[in-house]
């Protein structure tokens, strides 16, 4: 019997990357795996690699969609929002647009799938945990990233919230605030050492994350190891956030 046997888990955001790994990691410790996306595609060649979980394709953009599919989920005991958008924004030239797209995605969407689910486990008298992806970039100011940083910012204050008012209805919430993740875009986008070399020099283990560092802080966040652990933004960074 797996540690999730029983529970069923809702991943958004799980086509690729941390979302993609993560939900096959809860199939194979025994959750009955609900992965989201809007790319078909990625949630076809997911399946093909984990047949035991079901997809589900809807664009988190669009509130009431989201909504009417969730709703056709539920119970879920174990909520990670890991979907996310991302743009480089220095101050002056951020726009209305990158504003609107980010917080709508980063911040609205996971206020609304949460509002469902976390709802309907309170309706039922059933417990929960739900476990946000926030990132380094909640707590420090990170150079042309006016819009993300900002939309972390509100993910972190958010899980606070959460947590103290979903805590006394049997539902944990935490988030994980990871450094630069070697998923295979973000390989691609720190492959420069000119890029990379300065935030690496900020680590002290001197290394970016990997995949498996954020989905086993994820996995503790969400197991009964963890069960007074509520409201609390857990780093994954390499001790970034220390200095």
């Known amino acids: 019997m797996g540690k999730f046997t029983g529970k069923r888990a809702l991943v958004t955001g799980a086509g690729a990357g941390i979302g993609r ?23 076809e060649s997911l399946k093909a690699e984990c047949p035991a979980l079901t997809t589900v394709c809807v664009d988190l953009s669009d509130w009431t969609a989201t909504r009417e599919a969730l709703k056709k989920l539920t119970p879920i005991h174990l909520l990670i929002n890991n979907a996310a958008a991302a743009s480089l924004d220095p101050f002056l030239t951020a726009t209305p647009e990158s504003f609107d797209k980010l917080f709508n995605i980063n911040v609205k969407a996971m206020m609304n799938v949460s509002q469902v689910v976390a709802g309907d486990l309170i309706a039922r008298e059933q417990r929960g945990s739900i476990v946000n992806l926030s990132s ?8 042309d ?54 935030m690496l020099d900020r680590i002290p283990q001197g290394r970016f994350a990997e995949v498996k560092d954020v989905v086993n802080a994820i996995i503790y966040l969400l197991s009964d190891e963890s069960d007074m652990v509520n409201g609390h933004l857990l780093p994954v960074d390499g001790g970034f956030l220390a200095c």
Request: hydrophobic share 50%.
């Open 21 to 43: 790994a993560l939900a096959i990691k809860l199939v194979e410790m025994g959750a009955d795996v609900f992965a989201l996306s809007k790319t078909a595609a990625n949630l």
């Open 145 to 198: 990233h006016t819009v993300y940083c900002a939309t972390k910012g509100a993910v972190d204050m958010m899980t606070k919230v959460m947590a103290l008012e979903l805590a006394p209805k049997g539902i944990r919430v935490n988030a994980v605030s990871p450094t630069v993740v070697m998923t295979d875009m973000g390989r691609i986008g720190w492959s420069d050492p000119a890029k990379s070399g300065p």
């Open 136 to 143: 380094q970039a909640g707590q420090r100011a990170l150079r």
